[in-house]
């Protein structure tokens, strides 16, 4: 190990969903930024930018549109006006509508393979930012006034010496565990398999559905020409049943969950399933390392909120360095205690409340017998009808809740 001082002010470790967007917002800033990516986006091995379809909330958009990628997402990306809450075999249900918000809309569905190729167009286009990819961070340990990242290419091995590691390498996160960062991984024991189904045209429109049955929770996402995605989770060994189905069996088993709301499902898209757990770390920054996205928390889709949160933590991070860097100039250190620890500050209610809520969703509709599904039904109904409690719910789904970054906004960094 030498003295000499850090070639970087941040090395991010994986251009995921997130990581990706960190290195996008940074380049508004004179930071010398290395991003490690292990898998081209275009590789079908890449674990970010896949068929599933992320929901986007209100201040996603907003982040998203700050940091140049709209124009790119726009035509592809579907307006969601309404959330439609409700549980199989039971009275009452909620609606979240954009209109009783008096907004046009709640969020937008877009295909995470489509938001990872315009978010990597992006990144090819910047002209100061180091890209290593294919390039992976097998090793980091601290070093002279930062920290060492050790990345292997298939050119061979090098060592990059920077102020600030930001780990954004998904929710297994093995540079979490090698930073020593403990992580309660709390398995769902269930499995969402995401498909596109085709709903009858005279039925579609923006509204996304939220059905919590027996088996498992259900989420329907709209999308154009009436073609929506389903995200159907259940438990593990029955996934591998419904995947062994034929497309029609299939389609019934979605029909029997939803019932008729958007008419007969016809025609059934590829099918791919995605193993559910929870993932809360015990600290969100060690030294000179901080975490974010996924390596972050790790959550079930049914509530759709894991790349919101995640793109948060970017935007916050990003506003937390830039404006660093504008008062302190030269002096500026990206990996200074003091700002790790201004990040944990603002990142840690909103990442606890998202946690809660998803969690608490699966937790609590998950749980059997019938007075307490009676006692749902009634809340569901009880919700549908106060106005302010659905307003402070809106505001935190559509990404609007707690202090909010410059980016979200509409603000420069
Ligand atoms: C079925 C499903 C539906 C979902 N729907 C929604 C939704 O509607 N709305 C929503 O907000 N969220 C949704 N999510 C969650 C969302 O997909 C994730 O929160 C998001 O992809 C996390 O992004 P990330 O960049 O943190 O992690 P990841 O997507 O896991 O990316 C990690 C990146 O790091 C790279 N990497 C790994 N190790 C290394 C290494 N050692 N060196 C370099 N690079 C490395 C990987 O190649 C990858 O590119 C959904 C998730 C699932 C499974």
Redesign the pocket.
């Known amino acids: 190990m030498t003295d000499r001082p850090p070639d970087y002010d941040v090395v991010i470790?994986?251009?995921?969903?997130?990581?990706?967007s960190l290195a996008v917002a940074l380049a508004a800033s004179d930071l010398r930024v290395a991003l490690?990516?292990?898998?081209p986006h275009y590789s079908t091995r890449?674990?970010?930018f896949d068929e599933?379809?992320?929901?986007?909330s209100h201040g996603?958009c907003n982040i998203l549109r700050q940091l140049g990628l709209w124009d790119a997402l726009q035509a592809d990306a579907f307006p969601i006006t309404r959330i439609h809450v409700s549980e199989q075999r039971r009275f009452g249900n909620a609606l979240l509508d954009a209109a009783e918000q008096g907004i046009a809309e709640l969020g937008f569905v877009i295909k995470?393979r489509r938001l990872g190729a315009a978010l990597w167009q992006r990144i090819e286009q910047l002209t100061s930012l180091e890209v290593c990819c294919p390039?992976?961070?097998?090793a980091t340990a601290p070093a002279a006034d930062g920290r060492d990242v050790v990345v292997a290419t298939p050119d061979g091995e090098q060592t990059l010496r920077t102020r600030l590691l930001v780990v954004?390498?998904?929710?297994r996160s093995?540079?979490r565990e090698a930073l020593g960062i403990a992580a309660a991984i709390d398995d769902y024991g269930q499995t969402?398999i995401?498909a596109n189904v085709q709903v009858d045209r005279r039925y579609a429109g923006h509204t996304a559905f939220e059905r919590f049955t027996p088996q498992g929770p259900l989420a329907v996402?709209p999308g154009a020409d009436g073609l929506y995605t389903v995200?159907l989770a259940c438990a593990r060994e029955q996934a591998a049943q419904l995947c062994a189905l034929a497309d029609n069996e299939f389609l019934q088993q979605v029909q029997n969950r939803l019932g008729f709301r958007l008419g007969r499902l016809r025609k059934l898209g590829k099918r791919s399933a995605?193993p559910l757990a929870l993932v809360q770390t015990a600290a969100l920054t060690t030294e000179r390392a901080v975490m974010?996205?996924?390596?972050a928390h790790g959550?079930h889709?049914v509530a759709?909120?894991?790349?919101?949160?995640?793109l948060r933590d970017a935007a916050s991070l990003a506003e937390l360095l830039i404006s660093g860097r504008r008062q302190t100039a030269a002096a500026f250190d990206a990996g200074a205690e003091s700002l790790l620890q201004r990040y944990t500050d603002w990142r840690l209610d909103d990442q606890r409340k998202v946690v809660a809520f998803t969690d608490g969703l699966i937790r609590l509709f998950g749980r059997r017998g019938r007075l307490l599904s009676h006692a749902r039904g009634l809340g569901l109904a009880m919700f549908d009808t106060l106005p302010a409690g659905k307003r402070l719910l809106a505001r935190q789904t559509m990404g609007l809740g707690g202090r909010m970054t410059r980016l979200a906004r509409g603000l420069d960094p």
Not at 36 to 39: D, H, N, Q, S
Not at 135 to 138: L, M, P, S, Y
Request: zero cysteines; aromatic letters at 4%; hydrophobic letters at 45%.
């Open positions: 470790a994986g251009g995921g969903l997130v990581g990706g490690v990516e292990a898998e890449q674990p970010s599933r379809s992320i929901a986007l996603s995470g390039a992976r961070v097998t954004a390498d998904g929710a093995p540079l969402a995401v996402l995200v995605y974010i996205g996924n390596a959550l889709p759709g909120q894991g790349f919101n949160l995640g």
